[in-house]
């Protein structure tokens, strides 16, 4: 089908040269869009003809525009409905809906009052009851005529109007143009290739900018990527997986076989899930426990003990594990009792804190630990394993800190350097088991364990770049991110991890923190649009200045928005404690005079003024909006600037058109480099204001077309840098600029 | 880890030296404390109550500083700064004396009558002490961190410290009915009933936390001179009578308890860290303390331990090889003066600070510690074992490669969960689930242990329902079931579940993947149920009638496979037909 107009569309424009497509669908009476379909099939063909999209606007008339064409303007079928006599209302409208049956009450409406303004018709009391009468003998219906006029496509008024976007195609012939089409084939058949006639087929051209067809596809959770990376260093290692399949833990293997006292802040309620059913644990062997009682009551094994009176009933209080040392304690005891050998074992799973919830914690998360048994280990060894293990993991580079755990001793925080943060981090814990825990299991006496641990969550989200542990553990979890994770390799630095040179960063951190501000500025200014004259919100801004480089284009912008007068403003200054000396009164009182007479909470605007030593940059916070702190002088100008916008409707800066405000940013911004090069004579900014005000054309102001118009640009740089100018123009421009 | 908030300037002032930041958390990090924040009062008020309230606020430096758990001789900066001298080597550890009183001793009597509610308590007297402001601040800081710390929020030990001069002794503590305790409390106008404080208190924002140690007690605690001035009200509040002033010069310390060997230490403690201050500096004047048995026992031990300890085996256990004297040199930096004795070994001295010196290898830990973990020579053991995996683990995650080759996605979810979710939801009754209950779960999703994988799962399809159809999720993971067996009464069981979420319910999926995952374990189909596996029609409320099987293997249950009840879909806030199987994955070990 597509063809077939296609051949004919080709062989129109063989003989025209070209064409158009709304022209072709009037002419061969088509509807337009099967034109359109048959010229973007040609447009496949390759360079078989070129066409180029035009959208035209096309008015067209609504309902009422028709009927107002058809039947005359509501005034107009008003004043006809009417009777030489006159009449009354409900008459009339009766009356006016007799030819125009869709002559609706509120169209009634409209037309009275409408034809009473134009004077064509006028009320009779006289006779009683109002009655409606012709008051001119004759009308012209402009609106009509103007509306007749669109129908017929004589383009003159735009009300009454609905437009229409209507979308054409003009062609003309390609450079490999011919009136005969042959079908592209998309692909290969089977026919085709049964038949053979894949020999004299034309196929289409892949587009190989395109994505290809997503794989259906399953995938592994990145957490169990990471523990399945764990589990193996660990298998590497010899290391032994312990069976940690008991979430169900006594008080007695969790902490007293630790040698962890009763009282421990660890075993309150805040922190660990008690269990109500099953609430007790039995079955604890019977001559190890009375050992493990002995050894926290009353001490022994060369051990002081803790000196308290251990009960019975506390280590049966049955939980949720609170960490897999539970299960290592299970396993040396059996160790113990089987006769020892040396042992390395390993374990990852869950285990529960009953801890508030944030970005970094859950109530459960999982627990990697490692633990080597062996006679005469030393602490030496330890640092060696966990050198070798977390090598592994790309970590070369550690430290330890002297911490306290109840049941190891020497015990050791990990810390490594991470590249990142250009900060030493904790990554983990580790120690040696305390005599008071192995010795009453039977271990011999000359056997040391050594053991450490680490949580699973926390190296994934530094691997891959989580804040919040939700996104990463849990129901909550968006399964996209499951699918998009990419492999785990812990010991390689990839992606996200990528070093990049310093000054890049750098230059990252700077953006970064110039996007946020602007971000900032950008919501600031929103909500004060928003807002409108009439129904402002409070507003308070607290600048910090230094008494030493006053920041006098600020302090300027400032007079001027309480001169504008148009929102109550209260100013108060302060000095902070941090100043050597005290401001000069001129400091302190910059801003009296024009300090309205009305308390803070009436105002709209509050301003707290501090002077501080904080050196060439104010800062200015929006005090009750999390946004960070605008800094530099320029910033601070453009926020005073948008306030005052906001205030007085006046165009002052990005009221102004797109290229107007970014002339004036391109000012600021030349300032700035100015203190930022160091160029604090500003010699060039200097020569650029003059040139700008000296060229020919005599300018008033520094931005837009001759003569200029008047913006922050001129204020922020006239109170800056008017004692640097001296030509003639440049000392008008500045009493221009003062009288501002 | 309990935190302390010290005045850098302060600090460096009594350290007799200044450091820069970086110096200073260098030698925290050796020592095993850690510089935790620099900041300042107005920097506290400013982040909490906003710039204008801390305006005029004090702008010095504080360091707060974490302090091990175990170390309570550093909990405060006369404590600290003595800890960190003696490690410098640049003092000796100060010998602590115990005096007798010159005249007749200080008595505190205990009545039998404490033994139910508060049965011990010690005493001590510190002479001719002399504070300043910041070492006053500083004496009722110290009380606070061991309140909050090693006196468990007061429930083990509480201190009260008392103007000795302004009190007549003896003293007697003993338990009354809170109606005939009257008094007027620190910092209150007037008397009180103990009935009428608690009322006071419990809307006080640091007392009421207190209150429930003794509030439901028919007697109260409490301690009097010998004319029936009240001298506290342990562990709630002392007396204003006796209240301690800058200008107190002879303070008498009294601490309740329910620990004795706790409230020992905290006397020593105590007393160890201010008698710096008294006149005749390092001394503690005895306390008797006569128990309802009418023994008498002085206080404080302030006891000095002695111990023999073997080089060899420090040296052995940190993996460093250095000689005795060098040892003993590392020992006394860390508080614990050592001296080279016969046979190899040190004779240590265990002062009355460090409490926190138990065993011999709490002594190794400081040599450890002197020496520098970081200084300490890496090896190896040469502990050579073969390594094996969990059976169960190694078959899980066989199993989940293969379901995630299947085209299904690896969800992670939790452990506990709420008891609806293993309910309700699921249209079961409670009472029929074998589910384990937490005691005190702070929110509704910690009520139970999860006893099916499928609530976690359905969740997982709520949170994504914006994903293109059709949703095809998996878990293999634990869940608990009660089990009488187990000497905790619980076990872990491991469960499989897939769902498959979609316009139409797709059992057949669902099914052809359980037949896929018995192919792989080699379990042939066997519809007679005995040897392999079979499926058994089943009436399951979580599925909709006649949409539900059991999967059989060897004659027994171990899954159930169906359309879900759409009551179930519903309750987890979902409108699509879905399939599901739950298999516990542990019979095909």
Not at chain 2, 307 to 330: R, S
Not at chain 2, 483 to 491: E, I, L, S, T, Y
Request: hydrophobic share 35%; with cysteine; proline share 5%.
């Amino acid at each position: 089908m597509a063809i077939a107009h296609g051949e004919k569309l080709l062989k129109y424009l063989e003989e025209n040269g070209k064409a158009n497509s709304l022209k072709l669908s009037e002419l061969w009476n088509e509807d337009h869009q099967k034109i359109v379909g048959t010229v973007k099939s040609l447009l496949c063909l390759g360079d078989v003809i070129e066409a180029e999209l035009h959208s035209t606007v096309k008015w067209d008339l609504t309902e009422e525009g028709k009927q107002v064409a058809a039947h005359g303007s509501h005034e107009a079928q008003i004043y006809n409905a009417i009777p030489p006599s006159g009449s009354t209302q409900p008459e009339i409208m009766a009356q006016a809906s007799i030819p125009n049956a869709s002559f609706t009450k509120d169209m009634a409406k409209v037309g009275f009052s409408k034809a009473m303004s134009l004077g064509w018709i006028a009320v009779d009391k006289s006779s009683g009851a109002p009655k409606f009468i012709q008051k001119v003998s004759s009308i012209q219906d402009v609106v009509q005529e103007h509306l007749k006029d669109l129908a017929t496509g004589k383009n003159t008024l735009t009300n009454e109007l609905r437009t229409e976007v209507v979308k054409s195609y003009e062609m003309k012939p390609g450079s490999s143009f011919s009136t005969s089409v042959t079908k592209q084939e998309t692909d290969l058949t089977p026919e085709m290739i049964a038949s053979g006639s894949w020999k004299t087929k034309e196929f289409k051209a892949y587009n190989l900018n395109a994505l290809g067809t997503p794989v259906p596809r399953g995938h592994l959770h990145p957490l169990m990527k990471v523990r399945a990376e764990f589990r193996q260093i660990f298998l590497e290692m010899g290391f032994t997986e312990m069976p940690t399949n008991n979430y169900v833990e006594s008080s007695f293997w969790n902490f007293d076989a630790l040698f962890q006292p009763q009282q421990h802040p660890a075993r309150d309620a805040h922190d660990t899930f008690f269990l109500a059913d099953p609430a007790t644990a039995s079955d604890i062997p019977t001559d190890y426990m009375e050992r493990v009682k002995n050894v926290h009551s009353h001490g022994g094994y060369g051990s002081q003990g803790y000196g308290y009176d251990w009960k019975v009933e506390e280590a049966q209080k049955n939980l949720l594990r609170t960490h897999t040392t539970a299960v290592s304690a299970r396993m040396l005891y059996a160790l113990a009792q089987g006769g020892f050998k040396p042992a390395k074992y390993f374990s990852i799973d869950r285990v529960f804190r009953n801890e508030t919830l944030d970005a970094t914690h859950l109530a459960e998360f999982h627990q990697i630990e490692g633990v080597i048994a062996d006679y005469g280990l030393t602490l030496g060894n330890l640092i060696g394993v966990l050198y070798e293990f977390f090598r592994k993991l790309g970590i070369e580079k550690l430290r330890f800190k002297p911490a306290y755990n109840p049941y190891t001793e020497p015990s050791m925080e990990i810390f490594s350097y991470h590249p990142g943060l250009k900060k030493w981090v904790e990554i983990g814990n580790s120690g040696i088991f305390r005599p008071e825990m192995l010795l009453p299991m039977g271990l011999p006496e000359d056997v040391s364990v050594l053991a450490w641990g680490l949580s699973l969550e926390r190296p994934t989200m530094i691997k891959y770049g989580y804040d919040n542990i939700r996104d990463l553990v849990g129901p909550k979890v968006n399964m996209q991110m499951v699918a998009d994770n990419p492999l785990c390799r812990l010991d390689k630095h990839r992606g996200t991890e990528i070093k990049e040179p310093e000054y890049l960063q750098e230059l990252d951190i700077r953006m970064d923190s110039i996007m946020t501000r602007l971000r900032g500025i950008e919501n600031e200014v929103n909500k004060l649009k928003k807002q409108g004259k009439g129904s402002q919100e409070k507003l308070t801004l607290v600048i910090e200045a230094d008494p030493n480089y006053p920041p006098l284009s600020v302090q300027t912008l400032i007079r001027i928005l309480m001169a504008s007068r148009n929102v109550p403003v209260s100013v108060t200054i302060h000095q902070h404690s941090s100043l050597k000396k005290a401001c000069s009164t001129d400091l302190m009182q910059w801003a009296k005079s024009t300090t309205s007479n009305l308390n803070r909470i009436d105002n709209l605007f509050n301003l707290t003024w501090i002077w501080k030593s904080i050196g060439p940059r104010p800062a200015a916070k929006v005090v009750n909006h999390c946004n960070g702190d605008i800094c530099g002088e320029a910033a601070v100008a453009r926020l005073l600037a948008r306030l005052l916008e906001s205030w007085t409707d006046c165009a002052f800066y990005e009221n102004y058109d797109l290229n107007t405000t970014a002339e004036i940013d391109d000012w600021l911004d030349m300032w700035e480099s100015c203190i930022q090069s160091g160029d604090p004579t500003f010699v060039v900014l200097a020569n650029r204001i003059n040139n700008r005000l000296n060229s020919s054309d005599g300018r008033k102001w520094l931005i837009g077309s001759f003569p200029g118009t008047k913006s922050l640009a001129d204020v922020f740089l006239s109170t800056l840098l008017g004692h640097k100018l001296n030509s003639d123009r440049a000392k008008e421009w500045l009493s221009r600029c003062n009288s501002f | 880890m309990p935190t302390i908030s010290i005045n850098r300037d302060l600090l460096f002032n009594a350290l007799g030296k200044s450091y820069s930041e970086e110096e200073f958390d260098e030698l925290c990090f050796k020592f095993g404390i850690e510089l935790d924040e620099v900041t300042s009062d107005k920097l506290i008020i400013l982040k909490e109550q906003g710039t204008e309230r801390s305006v005029g606020a004090s702008e010095e430096i504080i360091y707060k500083i974490d302090i091990p758990a175990n170390r309570y001789d550093l909990l405060c900066l006369e404590g600290l700064v003595q800890g960190l001298q003696v490690f410098l080597g640049e003092t000796e550890f100060p010998p602590f004396k115990l005096i007798p009183s010159q005249k007749v001793p200080q008595r505190l009597i205990v009545k039998s009558s404490t033994s139910s509610i508060r049965p011990y308590a010690v005493a001590a007297v510190l002479r001719n002490i002399c504070f300043d402001q910041h070492t006053f601040n500083s004496f009722i800081d110290l009380q606070d961190k061991l309140h909050q710390n090693l006196c468990r929020k007061r429930s083990l030990v509480a201190i009260g410290t008392h103007d000795l001069d302004t009190v007549q002794g003896p003293f007697y503590y003993e338990a009354l009915p809170p109606d005939s305790i009257k008094f007027q409390p620190l910092n209150q106008t007037k008397e009180f009933t103990a009935s009428k404080l608690m009322d006071l208190y419990a809307t006080d924002s640091h007392l009421r936390h207190y209150l429930p140690i003794i509030k439901d007690s028919p007697v109260y605690p409490v301690i009097k001179d010998s004319n029936g001035v009240v001298l506290s009200m342990p562990p709630i509040i002392n007396g204003e009578h006796s209240k301690i002033t800058l200008n107190t010069k002879n303070v008498f310390i009294e601490c309740t308890a329910t620990d004795l060997t706790k409230a020992s230490i905290v006397l020593d403690t105590l007393v160890c860290m201010f008698s710096r201050y008294c006149q005749d500096q390092f001394t503690v004047e005895i306390c008797e303390i006569e128990t309802p048995q009418g023994g008498i026992k002085n206080y404080p031990i302030l006891k000095t331990r002695q111990e023999k300890i073997d080089v060899n085996k420090i040296n052995k256990m940190v993996g460093i090889n250095e000689e005795a004297d060098k040892v003993a040199d590392l020992l006394t930096r860390m508080c614990l003066t050592a001296t080279v004795a016969e046979n190899g070994c040190l004779s240590v001295t265990i002062p009355p600070t460090r409490h926190d010196i138990i065993h011999a290898c709490d002594v190794y830990e400081d040599v450890a510690i002197a020496f520098g973990y970081n200084n300490i020579e890496k090896t190896l053991p040469s502990t050579n074992t073969i390594a094996s995996q969990f059976p169960l683990n190694k078959l899980t995650d066989q199993l989940r490669e293969q379901l995630a080759q299947a085209g299904f996605t690896e969800a992670l979810t939790f452990s506990l969960c709420s008891k609806e979710d293993i309910s309700d939801k699921l249209r079961k009754p409670l009472s029929s689930i074998p589910a384990v209950h937490v005691s005190n779960p702070k929110t509704l999703e910690f009520q139970v242990a999860r006893s099916t994988l499928l609530p976690g799962l359905l969740k997982t399809i709520a949170a994504n329902r914006k994903l293109p159809l059709p949703l095809k999720f998996f878990e293999v993971s634990d869940v608990v079931l009660k089990d009488n067996q187990r000497d905790v009464g619980a076990r872990n069981c491991r469960k499989l579940c897939i769902v498959y979420y979609n316009k139409s319910p797709g059992f057949e999926l669902v099914h052809g993947l359980l037949d896929r995952l018995m192919q792989l374990l080699e379990i042939p189909l066997d519809p007679t149920g005995t040897t392999g596996y079979s499926l058994k029609s089943c009436d399951d409320a979580t599925f909709f009638p006649g949409r539900c099987a059991h999967v059989v293997f060897e004659g027994v249950t171990v899954g159930v496979l169906g359309v879900l009840h759409p009551e179930v879909v519903t309750s987890f806030d979902l409108n699509l037909p879905c399939s599901a199987l739950e298999l516990n994955v542990e019979p095909f070990l």
